[in-house]
């Protein structure tokens, strides 16, 4: 059974919240927290892109939850600017961290408001071991929080994104490469928009040979 996804509700700041959690099959897998889109614009857990991450995660056996903000689909509460869905961000990676007490690697992946929340995470939880960030959006939002940014990730753009100017978020990952003792990488997918449509196979390889990379080189 623990190789279903199963449908969770757990307690969140502002009321229930209804996420998708499926369980590594090794003894202490590694966990990774998603984050969807903004819940304004349509973004819930079912979006292609935050589903292309769970998918990518479970193939290289991860403990993986995703879940909706507070407001969306079934998940209690209404939409509070950013600072509530930080707090139901830090509440969705305890519930993860409590299912797997023994995990040593903690990654969070968000897109586009998920990634600014990934982001945001990573300065209130020091176990947070690598980040994925997936068309941030830093000329609506300010990422100065990180300073500095206390994990290695990686940063991924569309280089024909019509939301985000690609110059801008190259200039955040080149601000974040300067800081000692962590590494961000950064890259452009060429042709693609701000919800990689078209490109999806590109974003796939580009993730999963990060995380490939990472988990080779650093935990085995």
């Known amino acids: 059974m623990n190789n279903q996804v199963k449908e969770i509700v757990f307690t969140g700041p502002d009321g229930k919240l209804v996420g998708k959690y499926k369980k590594g099959q090794s003894l202490n897998p590694p966990i990774a927290l998603l984050i969807h889109p903004h819940p304004l614009y349509g973004g819930t857990m079912n979006n292609p892109i935050v589903m292309e991450l769970f998918s990518i995660f479970d193939s290289l056996g991860f403990s993986i939850f995703r879940f909706n903000l507070r407001g969306v689909g079934k998940s209690e509460g209404k939409f509070d600017n950013g600072l509530g869905e930080l707090a139901d961000a830090a509440a969705g990676l305890d519930w993860i961290q409590r299912q797997n007490p023994n995990t040593n690697q903690c990654w969070v992946a968000g897109f586009s408001f998920g990634a600014l929340l990934c982001m945001q995470l990573l300065m209130r939880r020091p176990e947070i ?42 200039r955040l990952a080149e601000k974040l490469k300067l800081q000692k003792n962590i590494t961000v990488d950064y890259e452009e997918i060429v042709g693609a928009n701000h919800f990689y449509d078209n490109e999806t196979d590109r974003l796939e390889k580009t993730i999963r040979k990060y995380i490939e990379r990472e988990l080779n080189s650093k935990y085995r």
Do not use: H, M, W
């Open 129 to 170: 071991t690598r980040f994925i960030s997936i068309s941030p959006q830093p000329n609506l939002y300010d990422f100065n929080f990180l300073a500095p940014c206390p994990a290695s990730g990686l940063i991924v753009q569309g280089k024909k994104d019509e939301l985000v100017p690609p110059e801008e978020t190259s």
